[in-house]
C-alpha cells in the first residue's frame, strides 16, 4: 500500500473512530439509568454524595452495601457534584475510563506491530533485550494501533459498558493499564516509572475498583507467561516489587482498614462471600444484594460473542485451521508480547468456562488483548487488495451503524419501559395539587424508584396498615409492578373504607397508582 493510500485508510478509520465516541457522549444522558445494577450504582452515588459519607457505600442512608469497592461510586459521586445529579454525570466517569483504555490499547498494539529490534528502551541501567519471534514482530503495520483502537470502540461490550455506572470501566481500565505496563516494563525493557510504578498503581486502583478478582485478568497471565518463557528471573527484576507493593498497599490498604472499622463484617463477607463463594458455589444464597445466578457451564462465550457483536466473525475467520495455521501459532508462541496478549484474552476466560454464577460485563477486561491481536492481524491482511480489505471495511462500517443505533434506539426503548422514571415524573407532577407519599409495595424498592424519587420512595410489604391509617381525602401513591394491579384491587377492596384507584403512570415493567381515601364510607 503506498504511503497516500495508508493515510487515507488512517483518515476514514479515525472518522469512524470519531463518530462512534461521539454518539455514545451525546447519548450519556438520553435514557434513564438501568435497573437493576446501573440505576443501583447510580443511586449508591448519589446516597455517597447526599450523606457525604465517602467511606461506606450505601443503597439506602443507614445501610451498607459491601459488595464492591467504592472507586465507581467516588468517580461518579465526584461527576455529580460536578455537573449535578443526572444520567449524564453519572456516565461520564465511565466513558472518560474507556477513552483511556482506548489510548492504552493504541500504545499495546504499537508496541507489539514495532519490530522487535527497536523496541527495547534503556533506563535505569543495562538491560538485555528479551528474545522474541522477529518474524512476527512488525508484521501488523502502521495502521494496527487504530485499526484495534476502533475495534474495541464499535465493539457493542465494549460501547454499552464504558458508558454505564458500573464498577468494571474503572476495573478495566486498571486492568488494562497493568497489562500494558507488564508489556512496556517487562518484555520491551522500558524503564519508565509510568510502566514500572503504574502497575502497582494501577494495582492499587484494581483493589478498589472491585477487589482480588481484578487479579484473575493480570496475575494468571504473567504467571502463565513467565512458566511458559522462563521469565521468572526477568521478572523479578523489571519490575521494582518492593516498593511497588508498598505502593499498591499505600493506595488501598487504608480504605480496607477503615471499611471494616466502620462497618465490622465487611471483609468477611467481601473476600470470602463474593469471591470464593460466588464462583464456587452454584446458587449461592448468601448473597444479600441480589440472586446468585446459576448459568450452564460456558455461557460466558456467549457472553464473549455478544460483546465483541460483529467482530465475532472476522475473529473465528482468523482462527480456523487452515494452511500455515500451525506454522503461524508456533511463531505467535515465540513472540512474548504477542504470546502475553493471547494468555492475557484466553486465561480468564478459560477460568470463567467453569463458573456458573457470572454475568456479561466479566469478558468486558479480556476485550481489550483481543483487539490488540485482532487489530494486527487484520491490519496485515487489509495492507493488500483483497476480500479481507473489504471485508474489514464492511465490519467498520457496520460496527459503527450497529453500536450507534443501539445507543440511539435499543437503550431508550429498554430502559423507558423497565424503569420507573416516567412513572416517577407522573407522580412528582402529582405533588403539586394531590400531594401524597410514595409507597413500594414490597420487601425492597427497585433501584431505579429510589434513585429518581430521590430516596422518597418507601417499600412496605404490607400495605393494610398504611391503608386504614388514611384519613378522609387523602391518599398514598403506590409503586408497582403492572401485573400487581389485581392484586392491589383486592388489597384496597378488603379495606372497611372506600378508596378510589388511579394509575398516574405506567410503562412495560413499572407504574404508580393514586390510592385515594374518599369522603364517605363504603
Not at 455514545?24 to 449508591?44: C, F, Q, V
Not at 519471534?133 to 501488523?140: C, F, K, L, N, S
Not at 478459560?350 to 485482532?374: E, G
Amino acid at each position: 500500500m503506498t504511503p497516500a493510500a495508508s493515510r487515507v485508510k488512517a483518515h476514514w478509520l479515525l472518522v469512524a473512530l470519531a463518530v462512534a465516541l461521539a454518539v455514545r457522549l451525546a447519548t450519556l444522558g438520553t435514557y434513564p439509568l438501568m435497573d437493576t445494577s446501573e440505576a443501583r450504582y447510580g443511586e449508591i452515588a448519589r446516597v455517597m454524595l447526599e450523606t457525604a459519607n465517602w467511606v461506606t457505600p450505601q443503597e439506602t442512608p443507614g445501610t451498607p452495601f459491601w459488595a464492591k469497592p467504592p472507586l465507581y461510586a467516588w468517580l461518579s459521586a465526584t461527576s455529580a457534584r460536578v455537573f449535578g445529579i443526572s444520567e449524564f454525570a453519572l456516565r461520564l466517569p465511565s466513558l472518560m475510563c474507556g477513552c483511556l483504555v482506548l489510548v492504552l490499547c493504541g500504545v499495546w498494539t504499537a508496541a507489539l506491530a514495532r519490530p522487535a529490534s527497536t523496541r527495547s528502551e534503556g533506563g535505569g541501567g543495562e538491560r538485555a533485550s528479551l528474545p522474541s519471534g522477529a518474524g512476527a514482530r512488525g508484521a501488523g503495520g502502521e495502521g494496527a494501533p487504530l485499526l484495534a483502537c476502533l475495534i474495541l470502540a464499535t465493539a457493542p461490550g465494549f460501547f454499552m459498558g464504558y458508558g454505564a455506572v458500573m464498577t468494571d470501566p474503572a476495573l478495566g481500565l486498571a486492568t488494562t493499564w497493568m497489562l500494558v505496563a507488564f508489556q512496556r516494563a517487562v518484555i520491551d525493557r522500558s524503564g519508565r516509572a509510568i510502566w514500572r510504578y503504574g502497575f502497582f498503581v494501577a494495582a492499587g486502583l484494581a483493589m478498589l475498583a472491585k477487589g482480588p478478582v481484578a487479579f484473575l485478568y493480570v496475575a494468571l497471565p504473567v504467571a502463565a507467561w513467565a512458566s511458559w518463557r522462563g521469565r521468572w528471573r526477568v521478572l523479578w527484576q523489571a519490575l521494582p516489587w518492593i516498593g511497588g507493593s508498598a505502593l499498591c498497599a499505600a493506595i488501598s490498604l487504608p480504605w480496607y482498614i477503615w471499611a471494616e472499622a466502620r462497618t465490622p463484617g465487611f471483609l468477611r463477607y467481601f473476600l470470602v462471600g463474593e469471591h470464593l463463594m460466588r464462583y464456587l458455589q452454584p446458587g449461592w444464597t448468601g448473597d444479600r444484594y441480589g440472586t446468585a445466578h446459576r448459568e450452564p457451564l460456558g455461557t460466558i462465550w456467549a457472553y464473549l460473542a455478544f460483546a465483541l457483536g460483529l467482530w465475532s466473525i472476522p475473529l473465528l475467520a482468523l482462527v480456523r485451521p487452515a494452511r500455515g495455521w500451525a506454522a503461524r501459532a508456533r511463531a505467535w508462541c515465540r513472540d512474548d508480547g504477542r504470546l502475553f496478549a493471547l494468555l492475557a484474552a484466553l486465561i480468564p476466560l478459560l477460568v470463567f468456562t467453569f463458573a456458573r454464577n457470572l454475568i456479561w460485563t466479566y469478558v468486558m477486561p479480556v476485550l481489550t488483548p483481543l483487539a490488540v491481536l485482532l487489530g494486527l492481524e487484520l491490519a496485515q491482511r487489509v495492507a493488500r487488495p483483497g476480500p479481507w480489505r473489504r471485508g474489514a471495511a464492511v465490519a467498520v462500517c457496520a460496527s459503527v451503524v450497529l453500536v450507534c443505533l443501539g445507543a440511539l434506539v435499543w437503550a431508550p426503548l429498554h430502559t423507558n419501559g423497565s424503569s420507573f422514571v416516567r412513572p416517577v415524573a407522573a407522580w412528582q407532577q402529582q405533588q403539586r395539587t394531590r400531594p401524597g407519599r410514595l409507597l413500594y409495595w414490597g420487601r425492597k424498592a427497585p433501584a431505579s424508584l429510589r434513585f429518581y424519587s430521590r430516596g422518597e420512595a418507601e417499600a412496605v410489604p404490607d400495605l393494610s396498615p398504611r391503608l386504614g391509617a388514611l384519613a378522609p381525602g387523602a391518599r398514598v401513591y403506590v409503586a408497582i409492578a403492572p401485573e400487581q394491579l389485581p392484586a392491589l384491587r383486592q388489597a384496597v377492596a378488603a379495606q372497611a373504607q372506600a378508596f378510589d384507584l388511579t394509575v398516574i403512570g405506567q410503562v412495560k415493567h413499572a407504574a404508580i397508582v393514586e390510592v385515594a381515601r374518599t369522603f364517605s364510607a363504603s
